[in-house]
Nanobody, 123 residues
Framework: VQLQASGGGLVQTGGSLRLSCVDP????????MGWFRQAPGKEREFVAH????????HYADSVKGRFTISRDNAKNTVYLQMNSLNPEDTAVYYC?????????????????WGQGTQVTVSS
């Protein structure tokens, strides 16, 4: 069963969006989770990850200081708050469940993925 990502849309430069990712299986509370993104013609790249307790996070340099990952295990949901968006952030954003208690910047360490949600930032 795929994760269910939502919250994408069209926003102007400098705007904000909040992405959500729900695990319908409700089995990821002991697993790290992460967000990745893929722009047209580019490979999927790491954005942010969080450990199972939500007290350890890591970000790609390109989003550090602008994006915040968090989770609510009671709701089986991970979030990505995105502020100060710019056109380079335009991509399909994917959430994933890590095979381990911590997240990773390596996509191969993720067991399940969501379907992706489109984020478009206009200049």
């Amino acid at each position: 069963v795929q994760l269910q990502a939502s919250g994408g849309g069209l926003v102007q430069t400098g705007g904000s969006l909040r992405l959500s990712c729900v695990d319908p299986r409700r089995t990821s509370t002991n697993n790290g989770m992460g967000w990745f993104r893929q722009a047209p013609g580019k490979e999927r790249e790491f954005v942010a990850h969080i450990n199972w307790r939500g007290d350890s996070t890591h970000y790609a340099d390109s989003v550090k200081g602008r994006f915040t990952i968090s989770r609510d295990n009671a709701k089986n949901t991970v979030y990505l708050q995105m502020n100060s968006l710019n056109p380079e952030d335009t991509a399909v954003y994917y959430c994933g469940v890590s095979r381990y208690a911590v997240g990773s910047s390596d996509a191969s360490r993720y067991a399940r993925w969501g379907q992706g949600t489109q984020v478009t930032v206009s200049s």
